[in-house]
T-cell receptor, first 112, second 114 residues
Framework: GENVEQHPSTLSVQEGDSAVIKCTYSDSASNYFPWYKQELGKRPQLIIDIRSNVGEKKDQRIAVTLNKTAKHFSLHITETQPEDSAVYFCAASSGGNNRLAFGKGNQVVVIP | NAGVTQTPKFRILKIGQSMTLQCTQDMNHNYMYWYRQDPGMGLKLIYYSVGAGITDKGEVPNGYNVSRSTTEDFPLRLELAAPSQTSVYFC?????????????FGPGTRLTVL
């Protein structure tokens, strides 16, 4: 099945700086790559996603880039704010029926 | 719309006890999923369903059972609880992929088995 890995596991950034989280996946058949944000004690919520026919997608301060050849995709957060502090999970479609394989998550800490 | 709701929020079980985690969605989603989240780990798929009467195993199904008698409800049953089942359990739902990929998550159930 699909194997998704995230790096780094923890990332600390100064408020206003950019944060980049990278994920790699193993199954070249995967065609959908979402990013979920999970605040402490809360449910995961989708923040941005990308499909395999697109190389980049932006939504205000966040963007996702996809490199299908290298099988990796990255989340970019610009002008970070304290409310961006959370765990971010990447995922890749796995096996049909909208199933997802999740990475282990990245803890992002924005230092005021 | 309430979205995806789960009960209970918290539960402590003794080894060998059984319980059912409830999940309901009011978005008329065909697909529903159960995940477990262990500390420092991602979400692991336990079971999923593509419609009423249809269920299938995910990555970590051992020790669990599910049923899907209606579109709205997807309960998860734990028989003979074990400490290894201590985790946070999330239910999620979505449309089929031709109508959208996003999975909507419930608030989770924190289960401790002692």
């Amino acid at each position: 099945g699909e194997n998704v890995e995230q790096h780094p596991s923890t990332l600390s950034v100064q408020e206003g700086d950019s944060a980049v989280i990278k994920c790699t996946y193993s199954d070249s058949a995967s065609n959908y790559f979402p990013w979920y944000k999970q605040e402490l004690g809360k449910r995961p919520q989708l923040i941005i996603d990308i499909r395999s026919n697109v190389g980049e997608k932006k939504d205000q301060r966040i963007a996702v880039t996809l490199n299908k050849t290298a099988k990796h995709f990255s989340l970019h957060i610009t002008e970070t704010q304290p409310e961006d502090s959370a765990v971010y999970f990447c995922a890749a479609s796995s096996g049909g029926n909208n199933r997802l394989a999740f990475g282990k998550g990245n803890q992002v800490v924005v230092i005021p | 719309n309430a979205g995806v709701t789960q009960t209970p929020k918290f539960r402590i079980l003794k080894i060998g006890q059984s319980m059912t985690l409830q999940c309901t969605q009011d978005m008329n989603h065909n697909y529903m999923y159960w995940y477990r989240q262990d500390p420092g780990m991602g979400l692991k798929l336990i079971y999923y369903s593509v419609g009423a009467g249809i269920t299938d195993k995910g990555e970590v199904p051992n020790g669990y059972n599910v049923s899907r008698s209606t579109t709205e409800d997807f309960p998860l049953r734990l028989e003979l609880a074990a400490p290894s089942q201590t985790s946070v359990y999330f239910c999620a739902s979505s449309y089929p992929q031709d109508r959208g990929h996003e999975q909507f998550f419930g608030p989770g159930t924190r289960l401790t088995v002692l």
